[in-house]
T-cell receptor, first 116, second 111 residues
């Protein structure tokens, strides 16, 4: 059963703690993305990776970090430097990078992070 | 500022009616995509229309693209309760490597 999985579904964090959100895909996609969604809003790009061992900052990268050591995995760390981390986080992947001509993105189910 | 902006922000119709949502964007694009999001879930890709296409159909969905007006519309015909969701347009700006999403239209289908 191919797709993208994210874990955990719900995550609670105390202020000052770093937390890591997991994203795994078995679609053999080259590109992976992390988005943040606030209530009633669209998606904002945090980081993206077009190939293993390479990633670029998106529009709101401050306070976040990522790694892409394996093609299947693109974990996101929300650091204590992120001042307002409570949000819904979505991971996505596509066959090729977003600049490709036919590049639909496949999304995971999301992780809802709440800072206590 | 948002590259894509949907209109209306919210739409409520009766089951069986048609629903039309619009998306406007600011800069030249490679393609425009529509996604659906059920409450608290991930997004699901609905349809992609390339910049050199004017209309595309998929089942009960019809998408149009007018590059001269920098706008697109999504029509859902014969709506069903299961169509209740938020709908987002997303664009790839020419020369960019990222998909930019609008803020979405929240569609409610009343039984």
């Amino acid at each position: 059963d191919g797709g993208i999985t994210q874990s955990p579904k719900y995550l609670f964090r105390k202020e000052g703690q770093n937390v890591t959100l997991s994203c795994e895909q078995n679609l053999n996609h080259d590109a992976m993305y992390w988005y943040r969604q606030d209530p009633g809003q669209g998606l904002r790009l945090i980081y993206y990776s077009q190939i293993v061992n390479d990633f670029q900052k998106g529009d709101i990268a401050e306070g976040y970090s990522v790694s892409r050591e394996k093609k299947e995995s693109f974990p996101l760390t929300v650091t204590s430097a992120q001042k307002n981390p409570t949000a819904f986080y979505l991971c996505a992947s596509s066959i090729e990078g977003a600049g490709g001509i036919d590049n639909e993105q496949f999304f995971g189910p999301g992780t809802r992070l709440t800072v206590l | 500022s948002q590259q894509g902006e949907e209109d209306p922000q919210a739409l409520s119709i009766q089951e069986g009616e048609n629903a039309t949502m619009n998306c406007s964007y600011k800069t030249s694009i490679n393609n425009l995509q529509w996604y659906r999001q059920n409450s608290g879930r991930g997004l699901v890709h609905l349809i992609l229309i390339r910049s050199n296409e004017r209309e595309k159909h998929s089942g009960r969905l019809r998408v149009t693209l007018d590059t001269s007006k920098k706008s697109s519309s999504l029509l859902i015909t014969a709506s069903r309760a299961a169509d209740t969701a938020s709908y987002f347009c997303a664009t790839i700006i020419q020369g960019a490597q990222k998909l930019v999403f609008g803020q979405g239209t929240r569609l409610t289908i009343n039984p």
